[in-house]
């Protein structure tokens, strides 16, 4: 079952421009988390967002929470090609160990 | 530094074989995952283990089994592998309270031929 939907689902830009992916999610969350997948690897740990909080930053990653839309979006600011990954939110499940997948966010950044 | 390794980066096995994926985190936590993982589907959960011995089905545990003998290792069980296993399998633990932090390993890229 999916929970969380990520939008859009690739993306492109010019690096030093800033990218925008965003997440929305069906059911009341605890939390919700962010995560990267360089190509053909493991997913890390970017940030987590609680359901009181509605912002939160890290270095060049902000990440915005807004439980009456039930989304999310994950702004990278003055990208690096280094960048390059896709994108993926997680939110935790009505259920108890699980966190809940979108399908993620391709993004690219140009040189 | 927190740590998963799995056994094998890249696998080919053919159908009907029997396959083990291994999984060891080093942080001492108390739950481990699998997932697999295909274009456009996103992680989907095949089973998790929150303590030694204890396991539970996630979203597609048909065709796979688990064992956890040891709160380090956390194996993945092919009993007969067909070819639409053929998938990134992905390893990940948590500590002790739920739906947090997830850590992942590399991940295993299993070809069933």
């Known amino acids: 079952s999916q929970q969380g939907e990520e939008d859009p689902q690739a993306l492109s830009i010019q690096e030093g421009e800033n990218a925008t992916m965003n997440c929305s999610y069906k059911?009341?969350?605890?939390?919700l988390q962010w995560y990267r997948q360089n190509s053909g690897r493991g997913l890390v740990h970017l940030i987590l967002?609680?359901?009181n909080e509605r912002e939160k930053h890290s270095g060049r990653l902000r990440v915005t929470l807004d439980t009456s839309k039930k989304s999310s979006s994950l702004l990278i600011t003055a990208s690096r090609a280094a960048d390059t990954a896709s994108y993926f939110c997680?939110?935790?499940?009505?259920?108890?160990?699980?966190?809940?997948w979108g399908a993620g966010t391709k993004l690219i950044i140009k040189p | 530094d927190v740590k998963v390794t799995q056994s094998s980066r890249y696998l080919v096995k053919r159908t009907g074989e029997k396959v083990f994926l291994e999984c060891v985190q080093d942080?001492?936590?108390?739950?481990m995952f699998w997932y697999r993982q295909d274009p456009g589907l996103g992680l989907r959960l095949i089973y998790f283990?929150?303590?030694?011995?204890?396991?539970e089905k996630g979203d597609i545990p048909e065709g796979y089994s688990v064992s956890r003998e040891k709160k380090e290792r956390f194996s993945l069980i092919l009993e007969s592998a067909s070819t639409n296993q053929t998938s990134m399998y992905l390893c990940a633990s948590s500590l002790g309270l739920k739906q947090e932090t997830q850590y992942f390993g590399p991940g295993t890229r299993l070809l069933v031929l």
């Open positions: 059911t009341s969350i605890n939390n």
């Open positions: 997680a939110t935790d499940a009505y259920s108890n160990y699980q966190l809940i």
């Open positions: 942080m001492d936590h108390e739950n």
């Open positions: 967002i609680r359901s």
């Open positions: 283990s929150y303590d030694v011995k204890m396991k």
